[in-house]
């Protein structure tokens, strides 16, 4: 898998993350689930939110590192040239 296509994808499961996170909130604060369902409505969002974060933030932090290593060789690449 090319660099281009992991980064695209990294990307993709932050989107699924950011998304899957705003939805578990809505079900909490703004659908009022538990009130409505139970303990069932609460843990219906609570494990939208914890599937959000698994999906956002470890993806964010390899996303991190991999523009950082990409920018230190431009720069690497910029001082042999220059």
């Given at each position: 898998m090319t660099e281009a296509k992991l980064i695209t994808l990294l990307?993709?499961?932050?989107?699924?993350?950011?998304?899957?996170?705003?939805?578990?909130y809505s079900m909490l604060h703004v659908f009022y689930l538990p009130e409505k369902m139970g303990v069932a409505?609460?843990?219906?969002?609570?494990?939208?939110i914890a599937l959000g974060l698994i999906f956002s933030l470890p993806t964010k932090m390899y996303l991190t590192f991999l523009l950082v290593k990409r920018e230190q060789e431009r720069k690497k690449q910029k001082s042999d040239n220059g």
């Open positions: 990307k993709i499961a932050i989107g699924i993350g950011l998304f899957l996170l705003v939805t578990g409505g609460m843990v219906l969002g609570a494990a939208c």
